[in-house]
């Protein structure tokens, strides 16, 4: 009799093309998923796998037999979750681990998440390492900038970021006064998130042609401190509209040459394995809506 285990090893091993990875995805040994695909393949009767160096590649058997239980192996996943969503019961309800920008998650996606009854818990950090606590199954979903094409992860855009010139709201200047946009520019001290000012690089990439030449005045890794330091006069960055809304609306900051901005898409993350998650398409579909 095949083991309903033995399918989800070879579905996993299918989709991440290693075995050493498709163990890591299912929290088992190697050895644990080697036996279970060995076992199915005497079942069937045949290799479903071609063992090349650092890969598995599959067979036309395996191609077929992946080809026909990915169906049911999903529905029936998607049946028993489905089962659990709609029964209220809170104990039944698995915790969803998201992963995200803390700026983006407590600024963008808080409130549109806010009135689920879906149990979750947050990790804040940067793109790299959320999209490797995803591949090792710390996370469930995350959100982020970055899409980086990899076996077995699936993208979903969520929205555009608008980014503009921030400054002081006490600021002086006015778009008027400046002759020369890219001199003033230059001559501002700018904060930045990182040595190498990424988004203001490619600010200044995107509306004057060229590479920018400043360095960062000020480095502090979180936007919302990047934005009280701008309300305190220490400088200029460019920040995402959705930060920077209220302060805007309180006269502590104000946006210059609002016509030069740049965008960001941001993207939710997710194995593609969990793809239907009753859960996950839930947070996902939220964070697609323009709730505020």
């Known amino acids: 009799m095949i083991d309903f285990e033995w399918y989800r090893s070879f579905i996993s091993i ?3 093309r290693s075995v050493s990875a498709a163990a ?15 076992a199915l393949e005497a079942e069937v009767g045949e290799p479903l796998f071609v063992r090349a160096p650092r890969k598995m590649i599959p ?9 026909k239980i990915v169906p049911l192996i999903e529905n029936l996943e998607k049946m028993t979750l489905d089962i659990r969503f709609a029964s209220g019961v809170d104990s039944a309800v698995p915790l969803i681990r998201i992963g995200s920008p803390s700026e983006y998650f407590t600024k963008g996606a808080l409130s549109k998440l806010a009135h689920l009854e879906i149990r979750m818990s947050a990790v804040f950090d940067v793109a790299g390492v ?9 996370a469930d979903l995350i959100l ?4 980086v094409q990899m076996a077995g992860i699936e993208y979903v855009k969520i929205e555009d970021e608008t980014f503009v010139l921030t400054v002081p709201g006490h600021f002086s200047a006015s778009e008027e006064d400046v002759q020369d946009t890219e ?20 600010f200044f990439r995107v509306h004057f042609g060229k590479r920018l030449e400043i360095q960062p005045y000020y480095i502090f890794p979180d936007l919302r401190t990047i934005l009280e ?3 305190s006069g220490m400088g200029v960055s460019i920040l995402p509209e959705y930060l920077i809304a ?6 502590k900051t104000k946006v210059m040459f609002s016509k030069l901005t740049v965008d960001n898409t941001i993207y939710a993350a997710y194995k593609v394995e969990n793809k239907d998650n009753p859960y996950l398409q839930k947070i996902i579909m939220e964070l697609q809506s323009n709730r505020n």
């Open 229 to 231: 330091a701008i309300e």
């Open 24 to 38: 890591k995805a299912r929290i088992l040994t190697q050895p644990a998923m080697s036996q279970h695909l060995a």
């Open 183 to 202: 001199e003033w520019m230059n001559q501002q001290k700018w904060l930045s998130y990182g040595l190498e000012l990424p988004i203001v690089r490619r």
């Open 246 to 251: 209220e302060s805007v609306k309180a006269n």
């Open 59 to 67: 067979t036309e058997k395996g191609k077929e037999l992946y080809t």
């Open 130 to 138: 959320l999209l490797n606590a995803l591949q090792k199954d710390d």
């Open 14 to 16: 299918y989709q991440h």
């Open 144 to 147: 982020t900038t970055q899409k």
